[in-house]
């Protein structure tokens, strides 16, 4: 089955202890992106990347590492988490840039304390 | 850069009404404009999208229409059933960039 995998789906964390949220894919697509969801504020795009080695900022990226070393996972890093990064994360591929068939992961709920 | 606005925040309706939720951007040079379901616990689904050069798209009871002097574009569900609850997305972005720009979802109830 086509699908993006995030693990975990649930994460509670302490403040400042890093972590990672995992991505992968399994339809050869060129494009990943990572979003946050916020109550009244939509999706809004952390990280993306094009290809392997490839990444570039979205409109959050604050607080928030990524890396494609492989075409098929792109995770997400929070090397030092705070408060204001509890929110509900999802990953989204494509077959390539500007193709916007995405597909979206399940999401992961962080919540920092 | 690009804004999305979408109205209303919250629909309720009852099962067999139809449903229209609404969004405009800023941006003219926008060109593509998809809409995604999402389901409690589970990430958005494209369900319908729609490209500059047309009006309007439909599948089945699901339509999309695009005003592009108004910058304005509409999602309509006739014949609403429960298992059309959910929160809808619209989004919008310039072909060929980088940028899919969502708008700040509707959660719609369908009550039977």
């Known amino acids: 089955e086509a699908q993006v995998t995030q693990n975990p789906r649930y994460l509670i964390t302490v403040t400042g202890k890093k972590l990672t949220v995992t991505c992968s894919q399994n339809?050869?697509?060129?494009?990943m992106s990572w979003y946050r969801q916020d109550p009244g504020l939509g999706l809004r795009q952390i990280y993306y990347?094009?290809?392997?080695?490839?990444?570039d900022k979205g409109d959050v990226p604050e607080g928030y590492k990524v890396s494609r070393k492989e075409k098929r996972n792109f995770p997400l890093i929070l090397e030092s988490p705070s408060p204001n990064q509890t929110s509900l994360y999802f990953c989204?591929?494509?077959?390539?840039?500007?193709?916007?068939?995405?597909?979206f992961g399940s999401g992961t709920r962080l919540t920092v304390v | 850069g690009e804004n999305v606005e979408q109205h209303p925040s919250t629909l309720s309706v009852q099962e067999g009404d139809s449903a229209v939720i609404k969004c405009t951007y800023s941006?003219?040079?926008?060109?593509?404009f998809p809409w995604y379901k999402q389901e409690l616990g589970k990430g958005p689904q494209l369900i319908i999208d729609?490209?500059?050069?047309?009006g309007e798209k439909k599948d089945q009871r699901i339509a999309v229409t695009l005003n592009k002097t108004a910058k304005h574009f509409s999602l309509h569900i006739t014949e609403t059933q429960p298992e059309d609850s959910a929160v809808y997305f619209c989004?919008?972005?310039?072909?060929?960039?980088?940028?899919?720009?969502f708008g700040t979802g509707t959660r719609l109830q369908v009550f039977p």
């Open positions: 989204a591929s494509s077959p390539s840039r500007g193709s916007y068939g995405y597909t």
């Open positions: 339809m050869n697509h060129e494009y």
């Open positions: 990347s094009m290809n392997v080695e490839v990444t």
């Open positions: 941006d003219s040079a926008s060109n593509y």
């Open positions: 729609i490209r500059s050069n047309v």
């Open positions: 989004a919008a972005s310039i072909d060929g960039t980088d940028k899919l720009i």
